[in-house]
C-alpha cells in the first residue's frame, strides 16, 4: 500500500522480519542492538505476531485468562502502558477500520505476554513499540496452526489499521511519547 501510494510520508518506514522469536526475541534483540536507523529516531514499532486467528480456549489460557466470547473482530494492543500517544494514534485511525481494540493483556499479567513476543527489545530502547495479537487459540505452536484457519478479511482489517496508523506515526508533528516507567508518579 505504501509502494503503490504516490503520495508518500514524511519519514522513511521500515519493514523488518524477525529470526529466531521462539529461541529468545534473537532478531529483535539484535536489530535493537544494531539498529539500521538510530533507535532515537524510531517513532513507533508495530509487532506483527498471530493476526490471522480468533481467540479461543485452549490448555494454555484455561483458567488463567478470561477470553471474550465473540473475538471474530478483535484485536488485542499490548504495550499501552508505555505509550498512550501511540494507543490514542491506533484507536483514532480505527475509526475507519471498526475493529475491537482490546487490551486487557496490559492488565492480565497469568501469561506473562507482554516479554514474549520481538516488540519487547524496543521497549527497552524506550521505543514505542506494541504487540498485535489476535489471541490464543487451540493450534497455538501446534502443526495444527494451518493457513486454512486463517481469518484472511479479518487480517486484512489489521493491516488496513496498521497502515493508516503507521502513515499517522510517520507524519505526526510529535512522536508517540514513550513513557519508561508507567504507572509510577515519576513518568514523564
Same mark, same amino acid.
Given at each position: ?11 522513511? +518506514? ?7 522469536? *521462539? $529461541? ?10 544494531? !539498529? ?7 517513532? &513507533? ?12 480456549p485452549s ?5 488463567? +485468562?478470561? #477470553? ?9 494492543? #499490548?504495550? @499501552? @502502558? ?10 483514532? &485511525? ?9 487490551? $486487557? ?9 507482554? /516479554? ?11 521505543? !514505542?513499540?506494541? %504487540?498485535w495479537f ?8 501446534? !502443526? ?5 484457519? +486463517?481469518?484472511?478479511?479479518?487480517? @486484512?482489517? #489489521? ?7 503507521? %502513515?499517522? /506515526?510517520?507524519? *505526526?508533528?510529535? !512522536? ?10 515519576? @513518568?514523564?
Amino acid at each position: 500500500a505504501f509502494a503503490t501510494n504516490p503520495v508518500k510520508p514524511k519519514r522513511s +518506514i521500515l519493514f523488518v522480519v524477525f529470526a529466531a522469536e *521462539e $529461541r529468545g526475541l534473537l532478531g529483535a534483540f539484535y536489530l535493537a542492538a544494531h !539498529p539500521v536507523r538510530p533507535l532515537t529516531t524510531t517513532r &513507533a514499532m508495530i509487532n506483527f505476531d498471530m493476526i490471522g486467528r480468533d481467540e479461543k480456549p485452549s490448555p494454555q489460557t484455561d483458567g488463567l +485468562i478470561d #477470553i471474550p466470547a465473540d473475538t471474530s473482530n478483535r484485536l488485542n494492543l #499490548i504495550g @499501552a @502502558a508505555y505509550s498512550p500517544d501511540y494507543q490514542k494514534t491506533v484507536a483514532k &485511525a480505527n475509526g475507519d477500520v471498526g475493529l475491537v481494540l482490546d487490551d $486487557r493483556f496490559d492488565h492480565e499479567y497469568a501469561l506473562n505476554v507482554f /516479554f514474549r513476543s520481538d516488540q519487547f527489545p524496543f521497549v527497552l530502547h524506550n521505543v !514505542p513499540a506494541f %504487540w498485535w495479537f489476535t489471541g490464543f487459540h487451540p493450534d497455538y505452536h501446534h !502443526p495444527s496452526d494451518t493457513a486454512e484457519k +486463517i481469518d484472511y478479511p479479518k487480517m @486484512a482489517k #489489521i493491516l488496513k489499521l496498521a497502515y493508516l496508523s503507521t %502513515w499517522q /506515526f510517520a507524519n *505526526e508533528a510529535t !512522536p508517540p511519547r514513550f513513557v519508561s516507567h508507567p504507572g509510577s508518579q515519576s @513518568a514523564p
